[in-house]
T-cell receptor, first 111, second 118 residues
């Protein structure tokens, strides 16, 4: 079946790196996404990775994909207070591009 | 602003009333999606359109829910005889609508409509 799992909370100190983890079950997924949601707002696309890639870097964001273990992570370097949000992992169903979502990880920044 | 827009942003209604939400996608996007999101959860798929055709509906979409996209541009989601369990954030997203298997078909989201049913 299709399922995406994430830890519910992550607490880090300002300036440290944050690593948010995600596991998925559908090995045929072609694209995996990270979205950010701030309180009361919609979902903002952060980045995505194609399944034949191991890593993708975009400024402070690094995505790592371990396809064998079906494990995806998002690393945010030099975490700032503006990074406080809920981060959602989603996998794309290849046949129709529908997204299967995790429950989200709330990132808490300590001063 | 050329992003996805949704109206209204907030709606408070009494149980049993009908409500209608509107979504305006990014102008060149062929696909339009509706999701529902409750507190502490990720979005749950409701339905999607390819141009004006409604191609798939989730079993979450009871017969009280109906969605339209009459001209392949904006879409409306109507909930009839609202129930307290309908209280949620309703999210709309749009994408280019690429053929499956060719590239990614990234979905871009609107700000959502928060529905509260009293």
């Amino acid at each position: 079946g299709e399922d995406v799992e994430q830890s519910l909370f992550l607490s880090v100190r300002e300036g440290d790196s944050s690593v948010i983890n995600c596991t998925y079950t559908d090995s045929s997924s072609t694209y995996l996404y990270w979205y950010k949601q701030e309180p009361g707002a919609g979902l903002q696309l952060l980045t995505y990775i194609f399944s034949n890639m191991d890593m993708k870097q975009d400024q402070r964001l690094t995505v790592l994909l371990n396809k064998k273990d079906k494990h995806l992570s998002l690393r945010i370097a030099d975490t700032q207070t503006g990074d406080s949000a809920i981060y959602f992992c989603a996998e794309s169903v290849p046949s129709n591009y529908q997204l299967i979502w995790g429950a989200g990880t709330k990132l808490i920044i300590k001063p | 602003d050329t992003g996805v827009s949704q109206n209204p942003r907030h709606k408070i209604t009494k149980r049993g009333q009908n409500v209608t939400f509107r979504c305006d996608p990014i102008s060149e996007h062929n696909r339009l999606y509706w999701y529902r999101q409750t507190l502490g959860q990720g979005p749950e798929f409701l339905t999607y359109f390819q141009n004006e055709a409604q191609l798939e509906k989730s079993r979450l979409l009871s017969d009280r829910f109906s969605a339209e996209r009459p001209k392949g541009s904006f879409s409306t989601l109507e909930i009839q005889r609202t129930e307290q369990g309908d209280s949620a954030m309703y999210l709309c997203a749009s994408s280019l609508g690429l053929v499956a298997g060719i590239g990614t078909d990234t979905q871009y989201f609107g700000p959502g409509t928060r529905l509260t049913v009293l």
